[in-house]
């Protein structure tokens, strides 16, 4: 059995070296999601290192592509990619680009613009409902994200066809660019929204693994209703500095920073 | 030619359980055909352009041909960043339908008006631009897309456009298809190249004199990979006179003379029929809004 836990630290301190390497964004996003990413790859997704585009796998699509680093080292983590690969991220023609990318064994579809992984997501779910096949699709979004009206139609039209293969997870941190997500264009009441619009939804602490775990391998919570959980989580989780620091989506630390993260991460 | 592309895609679809349709809520008396011959490949997704084109990128991930279709800007400017990232940059066989190019829907305003959408889908890398001139072409460009599928945009006219094959003509991506043969048999004839519903404009103005002479070509495929096939299909001509119901910023012909730019003897034989920019602001039936856009025969 995977243990999670040890599987988001090594997700953080993979993160952490990459960013650090490439003079690269985003890494409170990337820790943000970390505990998410590693529930997923260690105990939710069907997935084979071995085959990635076997016909039965489950889908995972990171919508919120500037997070990439953390999927990238749960790929290496898990045997898509070599662990020496990641050392690639960000460099010249390198595959592991600043935006998750399908150039890369086990990552299904290219982001970076936000908006765009919840309709390709309804997609496949509704190709998945229609064959009737097993796998289920999991589309990981930031709450800043959520401002993107293509969210909302693509909401509507997995609630109307009744996509109960579909799962979302919102990475609610609570910050985005340049604020708070409040104070930039509030999203709450967001349970009621999202139930409104036909979804069921569920919330959890979304660094908390074991309700990680019990939440999303047991979907659908409502038979033919899409699921969405709104994961409250920490933008920058595990580095102290970092934690809900608006600044962090941008900065890149430098060596002495890099050095503290990774001795917190012990 | 909507119906034309219905009947189509109905007998493809026969053929090939890949095919699927989703409409933006638009298709009244014409998709019929297709949601009631295969329910469960026929979706309607509301008006949601966006969404419409991202799903329709997933099916694509999963093993289908996807067809969208809506009226005009909506499938195309509405969904712009769905077509470059989701579609083109993941080389999906998604082909995007837009009925009522050019100024079909002149009378509807300007918002109905698709006189810059080649110059959208042109600025991708990976799609093919289908332009079909006639019923017939509307058929050989489904075929053509059906057997090599990838990501396409497809510019419909709207309806009662006059066929000018007698079969459904081969065609090929980039290559002119001869259409209209000059009367006269001479060394270096001039031609007309058309792309999309012009093919009924150009075959119009051969009555008139000085263009009695002319030949016509149809070019139906074409996008950013065909540019070099282009220069050596000028040379048997004295002059090659593009017309399109586009504005030229982008158009069919900007994209000839881009293709011919290093070939000077190709490019001095090259003149532009396209729309002026006058035309975004005027309403009306779309001979009258053509005339307006300068797409008459000019004095020689």
Redesign the interface.
Known sequence: MTDTIELARHIRIHALHMVHRAKASHIASALSISDIVAVLYGKVLHINPAEPNFIDRDRFILSKGHACVAVYAALAECGFLKTEDLLTYGQENSVLMNHIS?KVPGV??????L??G???????????Q?RRAPWRTFVLLSDGELAE??NW??M??AAHHHLDNLVAIIDYNKLQSLTTVADTLGIEPLHDKLTAFGWSVREVDGHNHGALIDALNNTPWQKGKPSILIAHTTKGKGVSYMENKVEWHYRTPNIDQLAQALTELQ | MRNAFIEELVYLAHQHPHIALIVGDLGYSVVEPFADSFP?RF?N??V?E??M????????????HVFTYSIANFPTFRCA??IR??ID??QLPVTVVSVGGGLAYGALGYSHHAVQDYALMRSFPNMLIAAPGDPMEVRACMRYLIQNPQPSYLRLGKAGEPCFHTQVPTIHPGRWLSVIQAKEAIEKPSTFLTTGATLAIAAEWLKNTPYKNHSVHSLPLWGMSNKSMQAAQFHPFSAVESVEDHLMDGGFGSWLMESVVTHKESLTKLDIYSLSADVCNLVGSQTLLNQYGGLVPKKK
């Open positions: 399908h299904e579809f290219s982001t970076g613009s908006g765009h919840l309709p390709f997501g309804t997609g496949k779910a509704l190709i998945a229609r009206g293509s139609e693509a509507l039209f | 469960d979706i997704a509301g949601a966006q969404n084109t991202g799903l329709a990128a997933g099916m694509a991930s999963e093993g289908y960043e769905q990232n989701d940059y993941h």
